[in-house]
């Protein structure tokens, strides 16, 4: 089988990075929304915190614990209806990032919260001397604090969305994932699998000096 010329494979890696540009964005600001909602949710209903309510706290940790438990491309296939009602289809990368918000959103609640947690409560409780109201202290005082450890934490949650989106690919996601299986593995096409993976590496570099820099620049505030 021939491989394939270079004109040929720079325009197979534009639709590729294309699609998995459009998978991951598209996902990360749904999981960024959504995580941020539902972490703060559950910090904020926790035992001595703004709002105590057990029963909100429970059912948001189980949900997010009984996501983060299913293996990635198993939760890809048990979305299918879902994706289907959606989208319209169970393919693409529109398709894809429906499976890539649910699975992500869940992991990224739980380092909003880890992130809230580490919030000196001391400058919290001031705050409540001071008579700021909750929602004031919420928005004023916890998220601007905890900003550093929210853009880490969404730092990695670029770099899983990049991974999973290789996932998605092997069923029918497109991008890079596909790429590399359909020309790197099944047509035994070794420098396409090396093309590949090498420009992952360097996305994902990119991603996390970034994010990096993002977060000195929010600690330095």
């Known amino acids: 089988m021939s491989s394939l010329s270079f004109s040929e494979l720079f325009g197979y890696l534009q639709t590729a990075f294309f699609e998995t540009f459009l998978m991951c964005s598209v996902s990360l600001v749904i999981s960024v929304i959504l995580g941020l909602i539902t972490g703060l949710a559950i910090f904020t209903t926790r035992d001595g915190t703004f709002w105590r309510n057990r029963t909100l706290n429970f059912v948001g940790g189980i949900l997010v614990n009984v996501i983060r438990s299913i293996p990635f491309i198993i939760l890809l296939v048990l979305l299918i209806p879902v994706t289907n009602m959606v989208v319209g289809s169970t393919i693409g990368p529109m398709s894809a990032s429906i ?123």
């Open 99 to 221: 499976s890539l918000s649910v699975a992500s959103f869940a992991f990224f609640s739980r380092m909003v919260e880890s992130s809230l947690s580490e919030v000196d409560r001391g400058v919290i409780e001031a705050s409540k001397a001071f008579g700021a109201s909750n929602w004031a202290i919420i928005r004023s005082v916890l998220l601007p604090e905890a900003l550093p450890g929210i853009y880490r934490g969404i730092t990695i949650l670029a770099i899983g969305l990049v991974g999973n989106s290789a996932n998605a690919g092997m069923v029918g996601g497109g991008g890079i994932g596909d790429l590399a299986i359909r020309f790197g593995y099944y047509r035994y096409q070794t420098d396409v699998m090396i093309v590949t993976v090498v420009l992952l590496i360097v996305l994902v570099q990119i991603i996390q000096m970034t994010g990096d820099w993002i977060a000195k620049k929010a600690e330095k505030r």
